[in-house]
């Protein structure tokens, strides 16, 4: 590469000052453009996470983590609701990441769906969102309860984590009527949710396992109780009619 090109390629890439521009300049007082820093942050985020990544003595614990939803069952008081109980292991990354002040979103997504003979067609999907915080100057861990919008806060990480295995029913909001018909399912899944991260660690965090913590959809059918109600209630009077009906038995006389 001739000279003079050599120059004005490092002008392009480092924006020298003119005054730099001569045969003598140094490379030491050059300043990088802010495309080359918005290039080269987000790629630094990426491969500090990646590194976290890689097996370690130490890390022994990140193998077992994971999200899963235990204790499932549907409950039918004044709306439908589907009770689940959250069982999240964190791995060191994502630990580190919650200690250092970012916050960590586990969404909990509940699903409705009408059943057909092979397969269910989704009829809309509602959200609730728990967060997770660490205070430094305290000391102390934050929960945001999904449904209330509390906030309790636990001394240390492994009392949250108790706290997300209790049991909670999640109602389903804005339900049309007749789901206990036989035909209607709710399906709920937890994962975490990384597109509510800090815009710069979104993609690094795409590209992170100990990131990657989702539950797969879990299916339940909606009983039919009113169909079951209909039934309980008919066989009484059915069985009553049936024993008036009834022809009376002959007593013979000896």
């Known amino acids: 590469m001739r000279p003079q090109r050599r120059l004005m390629f490092l002008h392009q890439t480092w924006r020298l000052r003119p005054d730099q521009l001569h045969p003598g300049a140094t490379l030491s007082a050059a300043r990088p453009s802010r495309r080359a820093m918005s290039i080269l942050v987000p790629g630094l985020l990426a491969l500090a996470l990646l590194s976290c990544d890689r097996p370690s003595a130490n890390s022994g614990n990140d193998s077992t983590s994971g999200i899963n939803l235990r204790e499932l069952a549907i409950e039918q008081a004044a ?5 689940a109980a959250i069982d999240l292991r964190l791995g060191s990354g994502v630990t580190e990441a919650l200690r250092s002040g970012i916050p960590i979103t586990i969404t909990v997504d509940l ?19 728990w967060e997770l915080s660490y205070l430094p100057l305290s000391e102390r861990y934050t929960l945001k309860h999904a449904l209330s919008g509390d906030i309790s806060s636990f001394p240390r990480l492994n009392m949250l984590l108790d706290s997300l295995r209790e049991p909670v029913a999640y109602p389903w909001q804005g339900a049309p009527d007749g789901l206990n018909d ?9 994962r975490l949710n990384r ?6 660690l ?7 396992r100990q990131w990657r913590l989702q539950d797969g959809w879990r299916t339940l059918l909606i009983p039919a109780d009113d169909v079951a109600n209909a039934t309980a209630k008919l066989q009484p009077a059915l069985l009553a009619n049936a024993l008036s009906a009834a022809p009376a038995p002959e007593h013979n006389e000896i």
Not at 79 to 83: E, S
Not at 122 to 129: C, G, L, V
Not at 182 to 190: D, F, K, S, T, V
Not at 202 to 208: H, N
């Open 202 to 208: 979104r993609l690094p965090a795409m590209l992170s």
């Open 79 to 83: 709306t439908v609701q589907m009770r």
């Open 111 to 129: 699903r409705l769906g009408l059943r057909y003979r092979y397969f269910a067609r989704e009829i809309n999907t509602h959200s609730f969102h």
């Open 182 to 190: 036989g035909q209607h399912q709710l399906q709920i899944r937890a």
């Open 195 to 200: 597109l509510r991260l800090p815009a710069p």
